[in-house]
């Protein structure tokens, strides 16, 4: 297995088509938890996960799974979205953790590596994470990481049948590095 980043337990590499099978049974088996925060149609079909690859075949977006390095299984997936190159060089981070594999810190060593891959091979200068206020696992990882809260965005985004308030977090190649953990 090839990945772009190694951590001591994980790797990141880009998702393929090769992990439909994979992929969609740990979203059938997390819909349940992933439903209240992920915008979007759930990833637990055939269809759905073809436009959910194919979206990553542009510059514009970078779709990455979270692996174990010493099993190769997915344990979580991170995307960064929406980059904009020019003035801006920057991206959103979209990601979660799946049922059966949340709660091991595979996700803050997945994110923290993302972050670095993001900020070197990508060239970008800044992350933003948009997480609703009462997603507190989610709220504590992103600290962990190093990204800092920038603000708050009422009505933000459609999310299980509702407008949904988000705070706003950030990371920049200046502030990298800085978090409460060494990000």
């Known amino acids: 297995m090839t990945y772009l980043a190694e951590g001591a337990r994980v790797g990141i590499r880009h998702i393929s088509r090769q992990d439909r099978a994979e992929f969609l ?13 992920m915008p979007g149609e759930p990833i637990t079909t055939d269809e ?10 542009g510059p514009a977006n970078e779709g990455l799974v ?10 979580g997936r991170a995307n ?11 991206g959103t981070l979209g990601y979660c953790a799946y049922s ?3 709660g091991r810190g595979y996700l803050t060593e997945g994110l923290r590596l993302l972050v670095r891959y993001a900020f070197g091979e990508l060239g970008l200068h800044r992350i933003e994470a948009n997480i609703q206020p009462t997603n507190a696992p989610s709220l ?13 965005s009422p009505n933000f985004q459609y999310i299980d ?3 949904r308030d988000h705070e706003r977090w950030a990371i920049t190649v200046e502030t990298a590095g800085t978090g409460p953990d060494g990000a």
Do not use: M
């Not at 960064?80 to 920057?90: E, S």
């Open 80 to 90: 960064i979205n929406n980059i904009v190159r020019g003035t801006r060089q920057d």
């Open 161 to 163: 049948g509702a407008w």
């Open 66 to 75: 979270i692996c174990r390095l010493d099993t190769g299984a997915i344990v």
């Open 48 to 57: 759905v996960f073809e436009g959910y690859v194919a979206r990553f075949d």
């Open 25 to 37: 049974a740990l979203n059938r088996e997390s819909a349940d938890l992933l439903a209240r925060w």
């Open 100 to 102: 059966s594999t949340t």
């Open 140 to 152: 504590s990882l992103i600290k962990r990481v190093g990204f800092r809260r920038e603000g708050f």
